[in-house]
């Protein structure tokens, strides 16, 4: 069965520092990976996605994820954290980009900026 | 980017009515549509898997005579609370895949507050 492990439940930098958010995934095959991030009371926002290629990914505001299949791991960076970026992050995996295959959600990191 | 809505954003009802929510999917067609449920600090739970035309799957533990699902059109599912408990107060989260693009986007959510 597919599983998301993101082991860092909250995570505190401060502004301008840089980031590293840790996602560990269990899949028998190829993976799709991705990160959401979550401002509160809000619904997820898609960062970035790895299907397949290039294992470094780059995706909006300024983050990017590397995706390790010998580690089985797909953790998302940014090089200088901004205020803003203050929300919940999630990992999630799927078998396939299209059908009814669901995705699987860690459960969840939460990053606070301090000054 | 593709956008999914959700209405209402909120809603406050009393026990034993049912409350209706709906997804859109903007501009593209979804012949999948997921409904996630967030308890507080948590992530999100998976509920059921929308098929257009078909029949919802249910996860396990999830009651599809206490959550009703209809996918009558593409761009279209409603997820209706029947005869809602104050323990069904939550955050619903709907998500449909945008199988061009092979992500699966989400909408702003559902905070449902039953008294």
């Known amino acids: 069965a597919q599983s998301v492990t993101q082991p860092d439940i909250h995570i505190t930098v401060s502004e301008g520092a840089s980031l590293e958010l840790r996602c560990n995934y269990s899949?028998?095959?190829?993976?799709?990976l991705f990160w959401y991030v979550q401002s509160p009371g809000q619904g997820l926002q898609l960062l970035l996605k790895y299907f397949s290629g290039d294992t470094l990914v780059q995706g909006i505001k300024g983050f990017e994820a590397e995706f390790k299949r010998s580690q089985s791991s797909f953790n998302l960076r940014k090089p200088s954290v901004h205020w803003s970026d203050a929300a919940e992050y999630f990992c999630?995996?799927?078998?396939?980009?299209?059908?009814?295959?669901?995705?699987?959600f860690g459960k969840g990191t939460r990053l606070s900026v301090i000054a | 980017g593709a956008v999914v809505s959700q209405h209402p954003s909120r809603v406050i009802c009393k026990s034993g009515t049912s409350v209706k929510i709906e997804c859109r999917s903007l501009?593209?067609?979804?012949?999948?549509m997921f409904w996630y449920r967030q308890f507080p600090k948590q992530s999100l739970m998976l509920m059921a898997t929308?098929?257009?035309?078909?029949?919802?799957?249910?996860e396990q533990g999830v009651e599809k005579d206490k959550f009703l699902i209809n996918h009558a059109s593409l761009t279209l599912s409603t997820l209706t609370v029947t005869s809602a408990h104050p323990e069904d107060s939550s955050f619903y989260i709907c998500s449909a895949r945008d199988l061009v693009a092979g992500t699966q986007y989400f909408g702003p959510g559902t905070r449902l507050l039953v008294l």
């Open positions: 929308s098929n257009e035309g078909s029949k919802a799957t249910y």
């Open positions: 999630a995996v799927t078998g396939g980009a299209s059908g009814n295959t669901p995705l699987v």
């Open positions: 501009d593209f067609q979804a012949t999948t």
């Open positions: 899949y028998g095959a190829t993976p799709y």
